[in-house]
């Protein structure tokens, strides 16, 4: 089967403009709603307690909401239901320091007569922790950019490596955009799938852009938007493919994967969704508007392909013994 | 046919290799390395302890004063005044000025790491940076060894506690069935043990009830109250002596079946403990166990041997613990919990089952996919995405890795990736064959020409996760690990593997039939 079969480049360059119309506008969105509704962050980087109770049969929200609000030192937990009708969250942002009185154990008490209930799980974070790990998670995404930047620098050429990075910002942004506007929870694992995006992107990125080295080397036209519209057309099939079977995967887990795991896999789609687009529309573009320049990148490669012959010659003379 | 070749050797061993390692893991058998399931899988208790260590430095300075009284006593020098000042210092007051210069070179040889300053005949003692640094490190270091060994003598499978960042202490206790086991777990790892024997000042003894906390200060002394009955006692707040002299604690039972708890003293505490037992015959001694009285028995005689009893009307499992807590030792700092995860062995099994069947969907989906797309090339595709899965979990579990939530979900997307090499390569075979080119021809240079690209494409990532690895905690390590372990993998069964098995079916490979073999219709050699 051939869904994307080659025939001549699609003029993508031409529409650049456009797709950064909309790139700007969704970036725009994305960071008034991180900056004026911010982030829900959970208890991992906020500190708090959260209690999982599972009932035999539906679990009576009401009463939970009763009970728990008989004690004041609970003010402001708040009681969802999770995944199905007979698993609730209680969310407060108390949390014991002491071993011996624990939120849990306090809580547990409190729910004593709502019905018949097994506590599942009980996280409980200080909001000195929550702080250290939030400092920690944006250290790690800044020192994931640095080392991608010199490597792309390092394999590729400057502009490559910013325009990647460029593009990466790109995605996470509208990622973290969405998460705010369905007001996803932000936990540790969201941290993980936003760093995950960050790679997947990258990859797709990566991908397009070696074809890109490819055609400087390959293509006679000097013009680089003609050059970036025949490598992205070719690499058109296998983008969308990959993409595809990702996005098959991601779906399934946020599907079947279970309540836990549903802001992980929900942040994932948008992910693989966002990166897909900027690989195709976004990263290319960006390229051209930093002023690269294929003659100078030609001559810079061919001052590299003289200097490794002349390493080489200069090796078999040593060899032969004439030096 | 040709022979095989390396290529296909190599993978062919891989997938030995991935399924003999894989299987311990699969089967959860006995034996054999395996993977550990992470506690959000089975079940469990994890905690992050923070370490009170200014409470190691306040308990080290009062141990300095017993010392100094101990020494002074034993070398016939008179003092008055032995204070504690704010956890940080000692002071005294010399009453012979004959004395000074030989105190002062006793307390240099006996008292390490501490600075005296004297001014006439008063002194004061305090600790150097290093030492108190020193100290908090090893108030840590200690803290890590005890509730380990805590944690080991109540009989659990696999605690792990260690030392994380500077100054806190991470403790993972899997398979806790109850809740009143996780709290006895809690309680264990919190008991201070710090048992202290102190006598009752009996001079002012009676005005305890009645006495404020700090004018008990101003004399020297502290009130505590009885485990029991809460009644209130006025005691020397230098101690007779500590649990660090302690050598062992047992349960056992008095004369009316009751469990106490008895312990032995080693040679020093002995001594000391005989010594004041001998010159207090009439007075009171109290047994002190974190900052709570447990009995006060009347001294009768002199006690040599170095054996003492505490009574304190305990429940059985109480003793037992209480026991587990002495012998291990006390913790020079007391802990509290900054994080606390517990999750119940149900939700751990369900986490398990729902991620699995996410996991066995999303592969059937993109086999078929692959199957449908790309022919017989889907297939060998498939055969290196199965290779893949199984040296994932080989790999993992000779790392002993542990599996986590986040994990799972990294190897339910490294199936998403893990073909992608093959896709890319499929794509550049396909492009290949449309110019015309021969199957051998396309195949060769379809790799090469791939090449580069997947390899870009996963050094960068494999950037991505080694950062994510190194900051990350717990489950975002997991994740990490299992993608990092995916693409390697995926480097030799998708580009090794994939193309070894082209090479070797490649006399099979009938150019007309580009159709079945790759999923294309036109094209093909002219």
Do not use: C
Not at chain 1, 242 to 256: E, K
Not at chain 2, 15 to 39: A, D, M, N, R, Y
Not at chain 2, 456 to 475: K, R, S
């Amino acid at each position: 089967m051939e869904i994307f079969k080659y025939k001549k480049p699609l003029s993508l360059m031409n529409k650049s403009k456009r797709f950064g119309l909309l790139s700007i506008t969704l970036l725009i969105l994305s960071l008034g709603l991180i900056i004026g509704k911010g982030f829900n962050y959970g208890i991992d980087f906020a500190g708090g307690t959260l209690i999982q109770v599972q009932y035999k049969g539906t679990a009576p929200i009401e009463k939970v909401r009763e009970a728990i609000d008989s004690d004041a030192s609970y003010e402001g937990a708040t009681v969802t239901f999770f995944g199905s009708e007979d698993e609730v969250v209680i969310r407060t942002k108390t949390s014991s320091k002491a071993l011996g009185v624990d939120v849990g154990d306090q809580m547990r008490a409190l729910l004593q007569g709502t019905g018949d209930f097994e506590v599942r799980r009980v996280d409980m974070v200080g909001a000195k922790v929550g702080s250290e790990l939030r400092e920690k998670g944006l250290m790690a995404m800044v020192l994931a950019i640095i080392g991608i930047l010199i490597y792309v620098s390092f394999r590729f050429e400057w502009r490559f490596a910013v325009a990647s990075v460029m593009a990466l910002m790109h995605d996470v942004t509208i990622a973290m955009g969405m998460i705010v506007l369905f007001n996803v929870e932000v936990n540790l694992d969201i941290l993980a799938a936003l760093l995950t995006i960050l790679g997947y992107s990258l990859n797709d990125t990566i991908i397009v852009f070696d074809r890109i080295r490819e055609g400087i080397r390959t293509i006679k036209d000097p013009d680089l938007g003609a050059i970036i519209d025949e490598s992205v057309t070719r690499t058109l099939s296998r983008t969308t493919l990959t993409s595809l079977t990702t996005f098959f995967v991601v779906l399934t887990l946020y599907l079947f994967g279970g309540e836990i795991i549903n802001g992980f896999s929900f942040t994932l789609l948008v992910g693989v969704i966002v990166g897909t687009y900027s690989s195709i529309f976004v990263a290319s573009p960006i390229l051209m508007w930093l002023g690269f320049s294929v003659a100078g990148f030609r001559e810079k490669e061919a001052e590299k392909l003289k200097r490794e012959k002349e390493k080489e010659k200069m090796r078999a003379m040593y060899e032969n013994g004439t030096l | 046919m040709k022979t095989l070749n390396f290529r296909v050797i190599l993978f062919i061993f891989a997938l030995i290799f991935g399924v003999i390692f894989s299987v311990p893991s699969l089967t959860q058998s006995e034996s054999g390395k395996k993977i550990t399931l992470g506690l959000d899988l089975q079940g469990g208790l994890h905690m992050l302890l923070g370490v009170k260590s200014e409470i190691a430095i306040e308990s080290r300075i009062k141990s300095m004063a017993a010392s100094v009284k101990y020494i002074f006593d034993d070398e016939d020098i008179i003092f008055d005044d032995l204070r504690m000042i704010e956890g940080e210092k000692i002071t005294f007051e010399l009453l012979d000025k004959d004395d000074v210069a030989r105190s002062k070179a006793l307390l240099k040889e006996e008292l390490e790491g501490t600075v005296i300053i004297e001014d006439g005949m008063k002194f004061s003692v305090t600790m150097t940076e290093e030492e108190i640094e020193r100290t908090k490190q090893s108030a840590i270091k200690q803290a890590v060894e005890t509730i380990r060994g805590r944690l080991n003598e109540f009989g659990l499978a696999e605690p792990t506690v260690a030392k994380q960042g500077e100054d806190k202490i991470l403790v993972e206790v899997p398979g806790i069935k109850t809740q009143e086991d996780e709290q006895r777990i809690r309680e264990l790892i919190a008991r201070a043990a710090h048992l202290q024997l102190m006598a009752v000042d009996e001079d002012r003894n009676i005005r305890v009830n009645t006495m404020s906390l700090a004018e008990a200060k101003s004399y020297g002394d502290v009130i505590l109250p009885d485990v029991n009955s809460g009644e209130k006692y006025l005691l020397r707040a230098i101690p007779i002596l500590d649990g660090s002299m302690l050598t062992d604690a047992k349960v056992g039972f008095d004369e009316s079946n009751q469990p106490v708890i008895n312990f032995t003293l080693n040679g020093q505490g002995a001594k000391i403990f005989g010594d004041f037992t001998g010159i207090s015959v009439g007075k009171r001694m109290a047994v002190v166990l974190d900052n709570k009285v447990y009995s006060a028995p009347v001294i009768n005689e002199r006690i040599g041997g170095g054996r003492v009893q505490i009574s304190g009307r305990f429940e059985i499992s109480e003793a037992h613990d209480l026991a587990i807590a002495l012998r291990s030792g006390a913790l020079l700092a007391p802990v509290y919990v900054m994080e606390k995860r517990s999750v119940g062995p149900s939700l751990g099994a369900d986490s398990i089952k729902a991620s699995s069947i996410a996991l066995a969907l999303g592969f059937i989906l993109v086999v078929i996919f692959m199957v449908v797309y790309y022919g017989m090339a889907g297939i060998i595709a498939n055969v290196a995405l199965i290779g893949n899965l199984f040296l994932i979990l080989a790999i993992m579990s000779l790392f002993g890795a542990t599996l986590t939530l986040p994990g799972m979900a990294g190897i339910v997307l490294t199936v998403g990736m893990a073909v992608d090499a093959n896709v890319i390569i499929s794509e550049r075979i396909r492009e290949l064959l449309h110019e015309g080119k021969s199957v051998a021809k396309s195949i060769e240079n379809g790799y090469s020409n791939a090449f580069t690209a997947i390899w870009d494409a996963n050094v960068t990532t494999l950037i991505a996760a080694t950062v994510l690895y190194a900051y990350g905690t717990g489950a975002i390590k997991g994740f990490a690990l299992t993608m990092s372990i995916g693409i390697m993998a995926s480097m030799l069964t998708a580009i090794v593997g994939t193309h070894g098995i082209y090479q070797w079916l490649l006399p099979k490979i009938d150019k007309n039939k580009l159709g079945l073999w790759f999923g294309i219709r036109t094209g093909g050699a002219k």
